[in-house]
């Protein structure tokens, strides 16, 4: 049974009850909210995702409240609650939706301890993944979104879940974050593309969520195999490019990006070490998305390695 399969007003007596139970990848979250824009926009971008039962194991439940006090008649405010506690800022009401994708990353980042964690995009084609690290600004989630449009399966656009067994990675599968003018250019690409309703004046700017093909979904239990880090910069009018990046610098920066590197110490060097010797490092430059798809178009023909 998906979301999907429920009708919107038995979704919303869940949301606004005990909660509604999805299975997001390897984690069970429960999710319970009040408020309808949060309703529609999960309705949509959710549609897909199974849906458990009450009494299976839930990972973790996120709470996107209403805001209390004097707030609630004039500027109507969500706040997420994990454990009891209050854990960011109260936002506007408005704002709900990419607060519940702020509070599952953090869910995740600070207990799944079971991965290595990077903050990084990574996509896939033919078993091989590319992870892509990259600080805000970078372009890349909005390349990550146009790739995975174009032939290469999404696996995350912000958690690299690898594993401390075999450095496999797995998928998350979750909505691509779009911000300002990504937003658009995603809509051109993409002209079939379904995105949450655009949410203003966030931390981040403007932001919209692009729903995860379902074809992608289809395939969540199918892990990867690191084969490239490629560290991404849009520039506007540049030509696209890869340059060799050298392993040890490349190994330092992932470790940077990483929630829980230190937190795991050893066992993260050496994870976070197979990952880099299985991987070629490159940085990249593009301006134009179906330049970029050409260049990893190109990677992917290349011989895969024993």
């Not at 509070?103 to 892509?132: P, T």
């Not at 496999?168 to 995105?195: H, M």
């Not at 981040?204 to 991404?232: C, M, N, Q, Y």
Request: hydrophobic share 45%.
């Amino acid at each position: 049974m998906i979301l999907a399969d429920l009708s919107h007003a038995v979704m919303r007596q869940r949301l606004c009850g005990t909660g509604l139970v999805l299975k997001i990848g390897p984690f069970a979250f429960r999710i319970i909210s009040p408020i309808p824009s949060l309703h529609a926009d999960l309705a949509v971008l959710y549609a897909d995702y199974p849906l458990l039962s009450d009494d299976q194991f839930v990972d973790f439940t996120v709470t996107i409240a209403s805001g209390t006090g004097w707030h609630r008649w004039f500027h109507r405010q969500a706040v997420f609650c994990f454990d009891g506690s209050d854990i960011f800022v109260p936002l506007p009401q408005d704002h709900a939706f990419p607060l519940l994708e702020w509070a599952m990353n953090w869910c995740i980042s600070m207990h799944a301890h079971q991965y290595l964690l990077l903050h990084s995009a990574v996509i896939e084609r033919n078993g091989c993944a590319v992870i892509m690290p990259a600080p805000p600004g970078s372009g890349k989630s909005t390349l990550c979104a146009g790739l995975v449009h174009r032939g290469w399966r999404l696996l995350s656009d912000e958690l690299a879940l690898i594993s401390l067994t075999d450095a496999s990675i797995s998928p998350l599968g979750r909505p691509i974050s779009l911000k300002n003018q990504s937003v658009d250019v995603i809509r051109n690409y993409v002209p079939k593309a379904v995105l949450s309703k655009l949410v203003r004046e966030t931390s981040k700017g403007s932001v919209s969520l692009l729903k995860v093909p379902t074809e992608h979904l289809r395939r969540i239990d199918e892990v990867a195999r690191p084969r490239w880090v490629i560290f991404p910069k849009y520039v506007a009018q540049s030509s696209a490019q890869l340059t060799p990046r050298s392993k040890a610098n490349s190994m330092l920066e992932l470790g940077r990006n990483s929630f829980n590197y230190m937190v795991l110490g050893h066992t993260g060097f050496n994870v976070l070490s197979q990952v880099i010797d299985a991987c070629d490092c490159y940085d990249f430059e593009y301006s134009q998305l179906d330049d970029a798809v050409a260049v990893f178009d190109a990677l992917a023909k290349q011989k895969v390695r024993a």
